[in-house]
């Protein structure tokens, strides 16, 4: 059910008001609708409790998307003004949840303490609204300020300023694109004048279920290195199936002269050469398409280190058979013709005269030019295989600053759940208890967002008594008094945040990069900290080393750790729980389970996991550039092999009276192999040479990606000819040392 199509559009960072305007001004949609997406909520009663994703949508979402559910219906215009606890649950919660019982319309579902009527399942495949996320349910939008917690306070149906909500349109028909695009931006000016907007935050309509967000632009630029990587492949196996089809061309020439000379057409022939070149070429795409769908099914499951689950669907639909499918034909077309033109163009009294393999020395030019092309595509793809093989060893050797061994992270949301902010540090304060006494647990700490979770919160901050009373962006840790000791992460100076003494205003422990920009050249000690709006401030207890916070890959950034006992309304929002333990991690994850449950049985716990594996997630995407561009360069290389192989041994079946004349006048062996290995090896450097250069330009497409290296790295594109070299050195002998076996006699005797 992919949401990219012709006639959806949408329109991003929109407010509920944006939606209401847009609704009743738009003359140029079918319909609008709104949609809210990443909720969390807490699915409970009946079993494990869960935390679960989902959208808040208005009653035309169903109908606008083009999805209709299997079980059920949608909403209803009424459900969007009256307060109405029904929901659309997921094909998959259904099975997961219900067994995919047919029966389960008007049963309930508890999600965040409040009872939700089921009305309807959605179809099978059906992910939701955002491409990275796969929504388990669907409420209507008169129940945000219940599914939501925070939704109330922030005014989220009232305001213009809470501006994630994304509204769907479906065009017209006989409306333009351009045209919709010209009504947007009058609607959104008069949005703007009524209310004062910023310029900067109106909005854009763009087509539906397309890639948005600060990281859009990376995954595509990676994409689209991908793309160029998987074409460069597709030309060094096409190449070296023209070659070995001009070869098979060559030994057919007496076959085609025959056809040709008792009345076969010129037009017959190529249509019957390019029928078997499509043949081929089918089988192979058949393997290709086979092999896909078990590596896409692989790569499907690789988790992210992100504080929400995004799912991986790159699983190839219909489209992408039709593709292949297409591609499989042009390509047989392309590399095909010149052989079966070659064959069809041919003399037949001269086909029935010469023998085929004194023909074929006429022919090796274009054969050599596809063997340099195979080398130069080779050159390339082995660069780019040692720029993220050479990148991802890098990221292995970083030290994220923290002791990850032994430590078992799990994550608590007390919002969803209806706590309170003194209800929630008594909660916290209460599991502590309950962990810390578990046999083989050495401590435990919180943190507000666990290491590597591709994530930071940052927020501004000015020095007290400095004289440029500038703003310095520092990101912001609420801890736990023992999240320093539970990852080993050492006090430089001052002292840990301690529970037990009371301090007259909040404390703070900042990082060694924190302290150098807040206090270049000073001591931090005791100093204070206030915030950009100066209500608040913080005094300066202790430094730490740098630690790695959002990425493993990131440069050295400030920090300010924060007291969780100092700031309290951060409990309520959810932490993660670090158990160091003096036993295997995962040991202990059902003994701590039941100790929460047994505090409360309906608060889910999500996110377990060692800390040793989020830390390998981390370089989830290294290594994955690392397998593919890798995989890709080994494989362009051994086609390269194999078809210089080829190309060598034909020629030395082409010259064996060349080679057994020269024997027989007294050349030695190891002069013939060293002839024969010439000629090959002299198309390998050729190829090498032009094949550097698209590298060093190529490089630059994947710059962006790499870390610790440049683009144009001194060891890789030193070792890439070397590894060619050594490689077509070992697909040039072995002909070669066939030809050195040639008995003269013999040979002279066949010909």
Partial sequence: YPLRRQRQMCIRDSSYPDYVDFRDQSSSFDGVCATYPGVVASLSGGGIPDRVSGEVVTADYFRLVGVRPVLGRGFVPEEDIVSSPVVVVSHALWQRNFGAEPGVLGKTVRMNNRSYAIVGVAPEGFRGTRREFAADFWVPVSMAEHIMPWA????????RDQRGFLLLGR?????????????????????RKLTGLPRGKTVSLAMAGGLAGPQAQRIVSWTTALMVVVVMLLLIACANVANLQLTRAISRRREIGIRLAIGAGRVRIIRQLLTESILLSGVGAAVGFSLAVAATRAMSQIELPTRETITV?????????????????????VFGVAPALRSASQDPARGLKEDSFRSAVTGFGLRHVLVTSQVALSVVLLAAAGLFLRSFWKMLAIDPGFRPEGVLVLNLDPR?????????????????????????????????????????????FR?????????????????????FETL??????????????????????????????????????????????????????????????????EAPSACMYQSLDQEPGSAVYGMALLVKTEIDPRA??????????ALDRDLPVYGVETMEAHVRKSLVGSRLSATLFGSFGVFGLAIAAVGLYGLMSYTVRCRTKEIAIRAALGASPTGLVRTVTAQGMGLVAAGTVVGLVAALAAAR???SFLYGITATDAATFAATPVVLFLAALAACHFPARRAAKIDPMEALRYE
């Fill in 171 to 191: 065009l017209k028909r006989g409306v333009r694109r351009e045209a919709a695009v010209a009504e947007v931006g009058l609607i959104s000016d008069r949005i």
């Fill in 701 to 703: 497409l994947v710059s």
């Fill in 152 to 159: 109330v306070e922030a005014k989220l149906l009232a305001t």
């Fill in 488 to 553: 080993g992460i050492p006090l430089l100076r001052g002292r840990n945040f301690d529970r037990t003494r009371s301090a007259a205003e909040p404390e703070a422990v900042i990082s060694e990069t924190a302290a150098k920009l807040l206090f270049p050249g000073e001591n931090p000690m005791g100093r204070r900290i206030l915030t950009y709006d100066r209500k608040r401030a913080y005094e300066v207890i202790g430094v730490v080393p740098d630690s790695k916070l959002a990425t493993i890959g």
């Fill in 313 to 333: 669907d790159v699983s190839p639909d219909g489209n992408v058979l039709l593709f292949t499918a297409a591609l499989a034909i042009a390509t047989a077309i």
């Fill in 416 to 460: 969803l759940q209806g706590y309170s902010k003194d209800g929630a540090i008594r909660l916290f304060r209460s599991v502590e208890e309950r962990l810390t006494a578990l046999p083989g647990v050495r401590s435990m700490g919180f943190v507000s967002i666990v290491p590597l979770s591709n994530y930071t919160s940052g927020r501004g």
């Fill in 463 to 483: 020095v007290d008594g400095q004289r440029d009373d500038k703003t310095r962006q520092v990101n912001v840790l609420v801890v736990g008094s023992r999240y």
């Fill in 588 to 597: 202990i994850v059902q003994p701590v389970r039941d100790q929460i449950a």
